[in-house]
């Protein structure tokens, strides 16, 4: 069974840090492009940041400069670590795999100004 599982969340002043995990079951997420995104509720869910098997990374203009992603394919785990939060930052975050269409439950990130 695929599954994802989002954690590391949480509430954080503006200028702050927090550091995403993305735990995902099955071997064949470390030869996926992974991504990370959000929603806000209302809106869309938004793409954030996205990683290659091999390591290429590309970022929304929103966040880059920010937000690094990286991964560790020997344990099937992507992370997201966001620095210099804002508040429009706020949101539910999901990470996804490339071509599966499985969701995990999110993390809520709530950056208080």
């Known amino acids: 069974q695929v599954q994802l599982v989002e954690s590391g969340g949480g509430l954080v002043q503006v200028g702050g840090s927090l550091r995403l995990s993305c735990a995902a079951s099955g071997n064949i997420f470390s030869i996926l492009p992974m991504g990370w995104y959000r929603q806000v509720p209302g809106k869309q869910r938004e793409l954030v940041a996205t990683i290659t098997r091999g390591g290429s990374t590309n970022y929304a203009d929103s966040v880059k400069g920010r937000f690094t992603i990286s991964r560790d394919n020997a344990k099937n785990t992507v992370y997201l670590q966001m620095d210099s939060l804002k508040p429009e930052d706020t949101a539910v975050y999901y990470c996804?795999?490339?071509?599966?269409?499985?969701w995990g439950q999110g993390t809520q990130v709530t950056v208080s100004s």
């Open positions: 996804k795999a490339d071509g599966i269409e499985k």
